[in-house]
């Protein structure tokens, strides 16, 4: 069974930095697709950024050079580094692999 676990999340304020972390458990990592999402109150939940088994690296169009996602096949981890961080990122952030989802991370970005 596929076990995800987010970390890292906060608050910060606007222009601040966090680094997020998704901790992967059950699963051939290396042989997986891994994606971040975020869901804001009142709104749909929203494409993050994706790393694919391929190394592929796919970020949603809000992202605008302002993440980075990566990954650790060694450890089984995921990473989201979010700079330059606005009050419309605030939203709890998920990692994703196919149908399994981990229980999210609160980003709260405010002055």
């Known amino acids: 069974q596929v076990h995800l676990v987010e970390s890292g999340g906060g608050l910060v304020q606007p222009g601040g930095s966090l680094r997020l972390s998704c901790a992967v458990s059950?699963?051939?990592?290396?042989?997986?697709?891994i994606g971040w999402y975020r869901k804001a109150p009142e709104k749909q939940r929203e494409f993050v950024a994706i790393?694919?088994?391929?190394?592929?690296?796919m970020y949603g169009d809000f992202v605008k050079g302002r993440f980075i996602v990566s990954r650790d096949n060694a450890k089984n981890m995921v990473y989201l580094q979010m700079n330059s961080l606005k009050p419309e990122d605030t939203a709890v952030y998920y990692c994703?692999?196919?149908?399994?989802w981990g229980q999210g991370t609160q980003v709260t970005v405010s002055s």
């Open positions: 994703n692999i196919e149908a399994a």
């Open positions: 790393t694919t088994k391929t190394g592929q690296i």
């Open positions: 059950g699963i051939i990592f290396s042989s997986s697709d």
